[in-house]
């Protein structure tokens, strides 16, 4: 059973910055791809940033390039997210998500992901 724990979400001003990370449990991490996502109020889950399974592939949503940086640790079973120049736009609750085993590429289609956590709510005050 895969599960995914997102921590790190928090309070903070435009231009600040947070550190999102998303610890998941079993031994298929290593194998899979990883992908954030994130969803404002009245508004579709959007994707954020994806990496592949060994983190030398990343892609990002347009709006954050350069601002936003995914990273994964395998012996820690541990993706992260660090978000600078933050922006009251960047507001959402933020999902770690996982594509099933056996699945390395990196996607942008949140159908395309199986295992997902809770999230973490990212408030961006002007």
């Known amino acids: 059973q895969v599960q995914l724990v997102e921590s790190g979400g928090g309070l903070v001003q435009a231009g600040g910055s947070l550190r999102l990370s998303c610890a998941a449990s079993?031994?298929?991490?290593?194998?899979?791809?990883m992908g954030w996502f994130r969803q404002a109020p009245g508004k579709e889950r959007e994707f954020v940033a994806t990496?592949?399974?060994?983190?030398?592939?990343?892609q990002y949503e347009d709006s954050v390039k350069g601002r936003f940086t995914i990273s994964r640790d395998n012996a820690k079973n541990t993706v992260y997210l660090q978000m600078n120049s933050l922006k009251p736009e960047d507001t959402a609750v933020y999902y770690c998500?996982?594509?099933?085993?056996?699945?390395?590429?990196?996607?942008?289609?949140?159908?395309?992901?199986?295992?997902w956590g809770q999230g973490t709510q990212v408030t961006v005050s002007s």
């Open positions: 079993g031994r298929t991490f290593i194998i899979s791809a």
């Open positions: 990496i592949n399974w060994n983190g030398g592939s990343t």
């Open positions: 998500a996982q594509r099933v085993p056996g699945n390395g590429v990196g996607s942008r289609d949140r159908y395309d992901y199986h295992y």
